[in-house]
């Protein structure tokens, strides 16, 4: 199985920041990586597919990189609803794996 | 709008069974793939099993392989899973998710899910 592995496990941060989440793969995944958002009681939503594509209505100032092994989704300027856990999600080789989440809080 | 409301979850004995069913609008339900993805309240997400579009293709994830079975109907917009011979670590949130193509995985909309609970 493909393990991923996403870093920090959490964070806080300011209104405002740039915050980067790193999410990492334990083999070769090319661009077959997918990021989602998840806020509490809420089931999750999808913001990016192949490792840098937004999904429709996702605010630009969501963006990811990547390929191969490593790969980053970065808020460039974080809002207060963008508190929520975000997973990255590799679609490449069954079984489809999730990473453990990061949980992003706002100071 | 696309649409999914899973249903069906519930509290059953260890070894029991139950189905879960999800009725999808909004999208021609017949050429998308389709998944269930569970959750363990408080923890991570799972991925479970998978139906390509015509139902002819169907993943499992090893945990749920040979107990769990994923189906669907196209004249209804309806997917099915049918868990038996559960167990407690089955006890979860489980998603019905639209794949974002034929069976891409990439999961583009998702239900509010339906809480299974296993325990005697």
């Known amino acids: 199985d493909i393990q991923m592995t996403q870093s920090p496990s959490s964070l806080s941060a300011f209104v405002g920041d740039r915050i980067t989440i790193t999410c990492r793969s334990s083999?070769?995944?090319?661009?077959?990586l997918n990021w989602y958002q998840q806020k509490p009681g809420k089931a999750p939503k999808f913001l990016i597919y192949s490792a840098s594509s937004l999904q429709s209505e996702v605010p630009s100032r969501f963006s990811a990189s990547g390929s191969g092994t490593d790969f980053t989704l970065t808020i460039s300027s974080l809002q207060p609803e963008d508190s929520a856990t975000y997973y990255c999600q590799q679609s490449f080789r069954a079984p489809w794996t999730f990473g453990q989440g990061t949980k992003v809080e706002i100071k | 709008e696309v649409r999914l409301s899973d249903s069906g979850g519930g509290l059953v004995q260890p070894g029991g069974s139950l189905r879960l069913s999800c009725a999808a609008s909004?999208?021609?339900?017949?050429?998308?793939?389709m998944t269930w993805v569970r959750q363990v309240p408080g923890k991570g997400l799972e991925w479970v099993s998978s139906?390509?579009?015509?139902?002819?293709?169907?993943y499992y994830a090893d945990s749920v392989k040979g107990r769990f079975t994923i189906s669907r109907d196209n004249s209804n917009n309806t997917i099915q899973l049918q868990m038996d011979s559960l167990r407690a670590e089955d006890t979860a949130l489980y998603y019905c998710?639209?794949?974002?193509?034929?069976?891409?995985?990439?999961?583009?909309?998702w239900g509010l899910g339906t809480l299974v609970t296993v325990s005697s």
């Open positions: 139906i390509s579009p015509t139902g002819s293709l169907t």
């Open positions: 909004g999208f021609t339900f017949g050429t998308y793939g």
């Open positions: 998710v639209k794949d974002r193509g034929q069976l891409w995985h990439q999961f583009e909309y």
């Open positions: 083999q070769t995944i090319y661009t077959y």
